[in-house]
């Protein structure tokens, strides 16, 4: 199975802009790269995923290398409610393995 | 929609006893999956399913750990005998296709006294 690496942590400011990586070195052609945040006490909850282009939406950024064996997720203004655990997750055909993800502190 | 919902929320039980833990998808959800996760730890893959076809089942879990998906509906993950490592937060999510996004419940969280 693909795998993916994350740093254990990062910290931000709030209002700043934090971009988290995520290497997947032996991602394969078909797998989707997703990225889920968990906050205490709940399930995971959806950010974003694509396949090689970069993807925007409301809640963050996804910047793909051009190779596929890296991405970056963008949160481009942190508040603290982003403060969460980020998973950085290849979809292989429907089978989604989260790994440890980065705790992410935001603060004020 | 109400969402992918989970009964019970909470559930303690003694060791060497059985206990099922139920999943409502949301509705017309083609997939559905479980996970286990401890403290501190991601969610760990169990199994999944689509429709009521089980896709596939972690080799880490036992043979103690059953899950069924009767009509393509809800779910069920059985644990007999439980053990007192089988603590943890069991968390279930659909997705109503490939590529799509996984909706998830707020878990079931097993207690093995």
């Known amino acids: 199975d693909a795998k993916t690496t994350q740093p254990n942590s990062m910290e931000s400011n709030e209002e700043e802009p934090v971009h988290l990586p995520c290497n997947h070195s032996?991602?394969?052609?078909?797998?989707?790269i997703h990225w889920y945040r968990q906050l205490p006490s709940q399930g995971p909850e959806y950010v974003i995923h694509g396949l090689t282009s970069n993807v925007n939406n409301r809640m963050a950024s996804l910047a793909i290398a051009e190779d596929r064996k890296s991405s970056t997720l963008i949160l481009h203004r942190a508040t603290l409610r982003d403060a969460a655990v980020y998973y950085c997750?290849?979809?292989?055909?429907?089978?989604?393995?989260f790994g440890a993800g980065t705790q992410v502190v935001v603060t004020p | 929609d109400t969402g992918v919902s989970q009964d019970p929320r909470h559930k303690i039980t003694k060791r060497g006893q059985n206990v099922t833990f139920r999943c409502d998808p949301i509705?017309?959800?083609?997939?559905l999956y479980w996970y286990r996760q401890t403290l501190g730890q991601g969610p760990e893959f169990l199994t999944y399913f689509q429709n009521e076809a089980q896709l596939e089942k972690s080799r880490l879990l036992s043979d103690r750990f059953s899950a069924e998906r009767p009509k393509g509906s809800f779910s069920t993950l059985e644990i007999q005998r439980t053990e007192q490592g089988d603590s943890a937060m069991y968390l279930c999510?659909?997705?109503?296709?490939?590529?799509?996004?996984?909706?998830f419940g707020e878990g079931s969280r097993l207690t093995v006294l």
């Open positions: 997750i290849l979809d292989s055909w429907g089978k989604f393995q």
């Open positions: 032996t991602i394969s052609g078909t797998d989707y």
């Open positions: 509705s017309e959800h083609n997939r």
């Open positions: 999510a659909s997705s109503p296709d490939l590529p799509g996004e996984l909706f």
